[in-house]
């Protein structure tokens, strides 16, 4: 087939192909469908396979030329994009291209028709210039305290949780159950308040009432009238600077009896400890990988940000609709339900769902922009990874996992895991390359606390 095509660039990573068939194709595509309706149609008063040109023409002529027109645009499409010339001109997957209008077919002229289309951004990562990029690196350190708030988490894990005796006074940290009920400005109690048995840890701040000081000292069975006064700082705009009375009766207190910090517990805790220093040398270490995982992403976020700005570029329509479509279904998923069921379920709720993929647009804009640059990068770098540094990963995640390097390949033994984990040795590999090419400098101390809330 003997085809000619001129593209033109468009805004939002979109083209516009321009396609000329030379008029002898037009000619063998309408004889070809021809040949076709001649063979499978059959008309009263004549044989199957013998009906004239002349009278399917006349009957079938404006059909017959649909489809041989049709048939030219699907093969010399397929011509054009299966050329591997045209890799950056292949319209995406998400959407199919888009036929301007219905091109006139004359078997005596050449067939021109235009199609639009999405292609995949064009980014020349090799071309950044990374010097001129600063990093800040958050500056963290783990120690006691991160240690003790988690061992004192195993604590209250294994804790026995038992009932305080009659007439012991409540205390910070106790487990209380009480009834509730708001009172008017008359002292009656306002029904619609009421609530039994409601439970929570004194001093957590787990309530919305912001009693638990007022509740310190009780026994159980006692009753308390309560006045209390919110500020215009509250997030919960019913209590917003407003006074409230309450009227409240302890129904149940209950203590955790902490278990002892020793090899017991450590034992407990997993059998592969054997002396507390084993648990605390294991939490240590889980401490300072979750430390410079986030920092890392921290980094990652930083430099992808900057490079979004500094070197922009458009996100195609349908590769952010098939983003935005595929986080409403994993919504759905997160729902347990169908993605017909969440629509009704949103409206049900007096929100609109495009309201919803409105608000999520520029985050999805960014993840596909980030996800597009690095791409970029590895195929530019041509980055690779060898059996060799697979198997130091392997090693890497046995070590912070605290577990044997058969274990991690057991892990990894499908090979679509095994991909995965490929695919993330590349990028390591590659943001390794990076980082030591821009300008990182030392950040803010952080709160290792703090460093998980940014």
């Given at each position: 087939?003997k085809?000619t095509?001129?593209i033109e660039k468009?805004e939002?990573?979109?083209?516009?192909l321009?396609v000329?068939?030379?008029?002898?194709?037009?000619?063998?595509s309408?004889s070809e469908?021809l040949g076709k309706y001649t063979k499978?149609v059959?008309i009263p008063g004549f044989?199957k396979g013998?009906?004239?040109?002349?009278?399917?023409e006349?009957?079938y002529g404006?059909?017959?030329?649909?489809?041989a027109a049709s048939d030219?645009i699907?093969k010399?499409?397929?011509?054009?994009?299966?050329?591997?010339?045209?890799?950056?001109?292949?319209?995406l997957?998400y959407?199919?291209p888009?036929?301007e209008k219905?091109p006139?077919?004359?078997?005596?002229k050449?067939?021109v028709?235009t199609?639009?289309?999405d292609v995949?951004?064009k980014?020349?990562?090799?071309?950044f210039d990374?010097?001129?990029?600063?990093?800040?690196?958050?500056q963290?350190?783990v120690?006691?305290e991160?240690?003790n708030?988690?061992?004192k988490?195993?604590?209250?894990?294994?804790?026995?949780?038992?009932d305080?005796?009659?007439?012991e006074?409540?205390?910070k940290?106790?487990?209380?159950?009480i009834?509730?009920?708001?009172k008017?400005?008359?002292g009656?109690?306002?029904?619609s308040?009421k609530?039994?048995?409601?439970t929570f840890?004194?001093g957590t701040?787990?309530?919305?009432?912001?009693i638990d000081?007022e509740?310190?000292?009780?026994?159980?069975?006692?009753t308390?009238?309560?006045?209390?006064?919110?500020?215009?700082?509250?997030?919960d705009e019913?209590?917003?600077d407003?006074t409230?009375?309450?009227?409240?009766t302890?129904?149940?207190i209950?203590?955790?009896?902490?278990?002892a910090?020793?090899?017991?517990?450590a034992?407990d805790?997993?059998e592969k400890?054997?002396?507390l220093?084993d648990?605390?040398k294991?939490?240590?270490?889980?401490?300072?990988?979750?430390k410079?995982n986030?920092?890392?992403e921290i980094?990652?976020?930083d430099l992808?940000?900057?490079?979004?700005?500094?070197?922009?570029f458009?996100?195609?329509a349908?590769m952010?609709?098939?983003?935005?479509?595929g986080r409403?279904?994993?919504?759905?998923?997160?729902?347990q339900?169908?993605?017909e069921?969440?629509d009704r379920m949103?409206t049900?709720?007096g929100?609109k769902k495009?309201d919803?993929?409105?608000?999520?647009t520029?985050?999805a804009e960014?993840?596909l922009?980030?996800?597009?640059?690095?791409d970029s990068f590895?195929?530019?770098?041509n980055?690779s990874v060898?059996p060799?540094?697979?198997e130091a990963?392997?090693?890497?995640?046995?070590?912070?996992n605290?577990?044997t390097?058969?274990e991690?390949?057991?892990?990894y033994?499908?090979?679509?895991s095994k991909?995965?984990?490929?695919?993330d040795?590349?990028?390591?590999?590659?943001?390794k390359?990076l980082f030591?090419?821009?300008k990182?400098a030392k950040?803010d101390k952080?709160?290792?606390?703090?460093?998980?809330?940014?």
């Amino acid at each position: 087939m003997k085809v000619t095509k001129e593209i033109e660039k468009l805004e939002h990573s979109a083209a516009k192909l321009t396609v000329t068939v030379a008029k002898k194709d037009v000619a063998d595509s309408y004889s070809e469908t021809l040949g076709k309706y001649t063979k499978q149609v059959q008309i009263p008063g004549f044989r199957k396979g013998h009906v004239p040109a002349s009278v399917l023409e006349r009957k079938y002529g404006e059909q017959i030329k649909m489809e041989a027109a049709s048939d030219l645009i699907d093969k010399s499409l397929n011509e054009i994009f299966s050329d591997e010339k045209e890799l950056e001109n292949r319209p995406l997957p998400y959407a199919q291209p888009v036929l301007e209008k219905m091109p006139e077919f004359d078997t005596s002229k050449d067939f021109v028709y235009t199609v639009t289309y999405d292609v995949f951004p064009k980014v020349d990562a090799a071309s950044f210039d990374l010097k001129s990029i600063s990093v800040k690196e958050p500056q963290v350190t783990v120690g006691d305290e991160e240690l003790n708030e988690e061992l004192k988490g195993i604590q209250e894990r294994n804790a026995v949780v038992i009932d305080k005796k009659d007439d012991e006074k409540a205390e910070k940290d106790n487990i209380i159950t009480i009834s509730i009920v708001e009172k008017d400005e008359n002292g009656a109690e306002i029904a619609s308040t009421k609530r039994e048995d409601f439970t929570f840890t004194i001093g957590t701040a787990e309530n919305v009432y912001k009693i638990d000081d007022e509740l310190i000292g009780l026994k159980k069975g006692d009753t308390k009238e309560i006045t209390k006064k919110y500020g215009k700082d509250e997030k919960d705009e019913s209590l917003k600077d407003q006074t409230k009375k309450y009227s409240v009766t302890v129904k149940q207190i209950k203590v955790r009896n902490l278990p002892a910090l020793d090899d017991e517990l450590a034992q407990d805790v997993n059998e592969k400890f054997k002396t507390l220093d084993d648990l605390k040398k294991d939490i240590m270490r889980n401490l300072e990988n979750a430390k410079n995982n986030k920092i890392n992403e921290i980094k990652t976020n930083d430099l992808l940000s900057q490079l979004i700005e500094k070197y922009p570029f458009e996100i195609p329509a349908s590769m952010l609709n098939a983003e935005l479509d595929g986080r409403w279904r994993m919504m759905a998923q997160q729902f347990q339900t169908s993605v017909e069921e969440l629509d009704r379920m949103i409206t049900a709720s007096g929100q609109k769902k495009e309201d919803m993929l409105k608000e999520w647009t520029g985050d999805a804009e960014k993840m596909l922009k980030s996800r597009i640059i690095v791409d970029s990068f590895l195929k530019a770098r041509n980055v690779s990874v060898t059996p060799e540094e697979i198997e130091a990963e392997y090693q890497k995640i046995a070590d912070g996992n605290g577990i044997t390097v058969d274990e991690v390949k057991q892990h990894y033994a499908d090979p679509r895991s095994k991909e995965y984990l490929i695919d993330d040795a590349k990028e390591q590999k590659l943001y390794k390359e990076l980082f030591a090419e821009v300008k990182l400098a030392k950040g803010d101390k952080v709160a290792f606390k703090d460093l998980f809330n940014r």
